[in-house]
């Protein structure tokens, strides 16, 4: 949530950063900004609306300076305003900060500082921590931040320049990530390290209550206290290609072409396609301490709770331990039963989201071992688990979650085998299984080649005012997660529902102008789906079925059909997702909506 880019070093740092926001415009794009130091001198230039804007406005005027600092904004406090951009900066102009994250007692702290005289542009939460540091400033700026934070209240990644301490920049962590990057004659600091693909791939994450001192030639990193702390940098393998568009015309559509291969990465190195055996080594999963469990948590939220669901499934029906599947945002704000029985999962593309983070700090606090599922190497939630399983989808930017979805779900598939094993209830994958997966990504191939299919079916359907998603078992989610597709990147009003359910309720919406997404690829549920597709109909709702086979009983119910390769009913979810992410795309781009940056949207969410 919000972008960060911050250079010190002997190059000119306004190109620089703005190339870093680039990759980081995802995190948001209410505005933007930059602040460049040079001959004791902040230029900032600030502009509201998305980076583009920026941009222009920094064409043809200097902004010159070797050091530096840029974001892109997911506006909190205020209206997206040039005023409310960041950076901020405090009286005298001297000091400019740039925050990711709320502070709670802003108001309280903003009245205290103007009855001491201070003057406030902006409506932000963030101007009053510039004010803090100017107050706090007595030539040391490490010594004035630290100062400050300890007056703020919230979750914040903070970073820091003064035109008193040249070629320094001071970041500071507490709740949304900063990592450090480590050049050469050059240091960097930004939100994420896709922003520092091209430059460089060592980078440092600072941990909570870290405060780090960077400039040219390196960084020290402290506590709260001042005392020293030692950080153990990270290699990461992402290629800076990896955050290209190469020549789709959205991150979006290429991250949903990619998952054939994003599938195939997940997989390799976790199963032997020759023996079916597993090699998820970790001791967490080892027979032993799964004997201790009598149950497994799954937290996540949005799409990556949509995992969660499909997850009990897989847990439930290979492993046979009951699992819980709770949001983060609602978990950390009940009284849960949890304890060390209990094998918690966080399920995060980021790694990063706040309340899934919390979730899982809640869960730890009752004695629940974590077992992490993320994307991003290095992130929050990988480092705090005690055993991490990658899914190895590369960078995702666009905001709509694709192939991250459908790679948690690989992962979620292989632990529940694994689970399964350590409990005595099978040796590694049996041959059917092995094969399913081998086939995975070349079936994900497959259910791509609808895309001429599906953007017809866009093409029919792109006026429609709603839509409904149905499904029955691990398709129930697959509904859910089409739905939310539909409405974050359209803005169509769309709602997935058990398909069972639609009686008690929804089926009072279906009329001739409402089309219905009915899920019904050949498994269990099959039969009574298909009486739940006859009651869409006769209450003359479009019927577009997803399905698996030539089913003359489909046919004749349906309006349109979608067919899509079969694998095992626990892998369908993964095929039976493409064609709605593929269509989302394709009604998102006929009604102009702006398919990668979402409005209100940001990728990785990193406030309560
Ligand atoms: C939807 C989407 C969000 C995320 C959610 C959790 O397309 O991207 O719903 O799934 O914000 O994010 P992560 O998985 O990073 O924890």
């Known amino acids: ?215 040219a030639a390196g960084f020290s990193i402290c506590d709260a206290d001042g005392r020293p702390l030692k950080r153990v940098p990270h290699r990461i393998l992402w290629d800076a290609v990896a955050a290209e568009k190469w020549g789709y015309r959205h991150f979006m559509l290429k991250q949903i072409h990619e998952q054939p291969t994003a599938l195939a990465e997940t997989l390799g190195g976790k199963i032997s396609l020759a023996t079916g055996e597993l090699s998820l080594e970790s001791e967490l999963l080892a027979p032993e301490r799964v004997a201790a469990f009598d149950r497994v948590l799954l937290l996540a939220c949005g799409t990556s709770w949509h995992s969660a669901l499909i997850g009990k499934f897989l847990i439930e029906g290979m492993a046979r331990l009951p699992v819980e599947v709770d949001y983060g945002s609602e978990f950390r704000y009940r009284r849960p039963v949890v304890d060390a029985a209990t094998l918690t999962i966080g399920i995060s593309q980021s790694g990063e989201t706040a309340d899934t983070v919390a979730a899982l700090s809640e869960a730890r606090r009752a004695g629940s071992p974590l077992l992490a599922v993320v994307n991003v190497a290095g992130s929050q939630i990988a480092r705090m688990a005690d055993a991490v399983v990658a899914t190895h989808a590369g960078p995702e930017i666009g905001v709509a979650s694709t192939k991250a979805f459908t790679t948690q779900l690989a992962v979620l598939y292989l632990l529940a085998a694994k689970l399964r094993e350590s409990r005595g209830l099978g040796k590694g994958l049996t041959p059917g299984e092995t094969a399913a997966l081998a086939h995975l990504p070349k079936a994900a191939s497959r259910a791509l080649a609808t895309e001429p299919r599906v953007e017809d079916l866009a093409r029919q359907f792109h006026g429609a005012r709603d839509f409904l998603f149905l499904g029955r078992g691990p398709h129930y989610p697959v509904a859910l997660e089409g739905a939310l597709k539909l409405k974050e990147i359209s803005y169509i009003h769309a709602e997935g529902y058990p398909a069972g359910e639609m009686k008690h309720g929804p089926i009072a919406l279906v009329d001739e102008n409402l089309p219905v997404f009915v899920l019904a690829p050949h498994d269990n549920w099959r039969e009574k789906t298909i009486s739940n597709l006859r009651e869409v109909k006769s209450r003359d709702g479009i019927a577009i079925v997803v399905t698996t086979r030539e089913d003359a009983e489909i046919a004749d119910a349906a309006d349109e059909v979608l067919r899509l390769p079969e694998t095992s009913p626990e892998l369908q979810p993964i095929l039976s997702v493409i064609p709605l992410q593929l269509f989302a795309y394709h009604v998102a781009v006929r009604r102009g909506c702006d398919v990668d940056q979402p409005r209100n949207l940001a990728k990785s969410v990193t406030v309560e």
């Open 1 to 215: 949530m919000c972008g960060i880019v911050g250079y010190v070093g002997s190059k000119e740092a306004a190109p620089l950063l703005i190339e870093g926001l680039k990759r980081l415009e995802y995190r948001g794009y209410d505005s933007a900004g930059v602040a460049t130091l040079s001959n004791g001198a902040f230029t900032v230039r600030r502009s509201p609306g998305k980076l583009s804007n920026l941009i222009a406005r920094l064409e043809g005027v200097s902004t010159p300076g070797t050091t530096g600092l840029g974001h892109t904004l997911w506006a909190t406090h205020g209206r997206p305003t040039e005023g409310n951009a960041h950076p901020h900066t405090d009286c005298t102009g001297r000091i400019v900060v740039i925050h990711n994250g709320i502070f709670e007692n802003f108001a309280e702290r903003k009245a205290s500082l103007l009855a001491a005289g201070h003057r406030f542009t902006s409506e932000t939460d963030t101007e009053v921590f510039a004010h803090e540091v100017e107050a706090a400033f007595e030539g040391d700026l490490l010594a004035a931040v630290r100062t400050a934070v300890g007056r703020l209240s919230g979750a914040y990644a903070l970073v820091v320049s003064s035109s008193e301490e040249p070629g320094v920049i001071v970041a500071a962590r507490s709740g949304p990530p900063i990592v450090l990057g480590i050049g050469s004659g050059e240091s960097y600091v930004a939100s994420d390290p896709v922003a520092l693909a091209p430059w460089t791939r060592d980078v440092v994450f600072l941990e909570d209550g870290d405060l780090a001192r960077v400039d």
